[in-house]
């Protein structure tokens, strides 16, 4: 019995450590929320440029819907003027106009 528990904990720790790139993406969704949260009309550009480092968790310049939430998710549509399904930088801006 004792040597099943040791080796469950020996698995859960090996699967925690080789997690350890998910924690990066989920603290960056986490850093995000917390930023949008923050926005408001009055933010500047420089703060939506953060926002979209944070969200672009493939790193490819694009808010994919996928990688957006909240009120960027909620608004996807209304703010890919292009409408080829992501976001760029300057269309993501377009959240400030948005918020109240």
């Given at each position: 019995?004792?040597?099943?528990?040791?080796?469950?904990?020996?698995?859960?720790?090996?699967?925690?450590?080789?997690?350890?790139?998910?924690?990066?993406?989920?603290?960056?969704?986490?850093?995000?929320?917390?930023?949008?949260?923050?926005?408001?009309?009055?933010?500047t550009?420089?703060?939506?440029?953060s926002?979209?480092?944070?969200?672009?968790?493939?790193?490819?310049?694009?808010?994919?819907?996928?990688?957006?939430?909240?009120?960027?998710?909620?608004?996807?549509?209304?703010?890919?003027?292009?409408?080829?399904?992501?976001?760029?930088?300057?269309?993501?801006q377009?959240?400030?106009?948005?918020?109240?």
């Amino acid at each position: 019995m004792m040597k099943k528990v040791i080796a469950s904990i020996a698995l859960v720790a090996a699967l925690s450590s080789c997690n350890s790139v998910k924690n990066v993406n989920t603290s960056n969704v986490a850093d995000a929320a917390t930023l949008l949260g923050s926005l408001s009309s009055n933010s500047t550009v420089q703060q939506v440029a953060s926002l979209f480092s944070l969200l672009d968790t493939d790193k490819n310049e694009a808010i994919s819907s996928t990688e957006a939430i909240g009120s960027v998710s909620e608004n996807f549509a209304q703010l890919d003027t292009d409408n080829n399904s992501s976001l760029n930088l300057t269309e993501l801006q377009g959240l400030l106009a948005l918020l109240k």
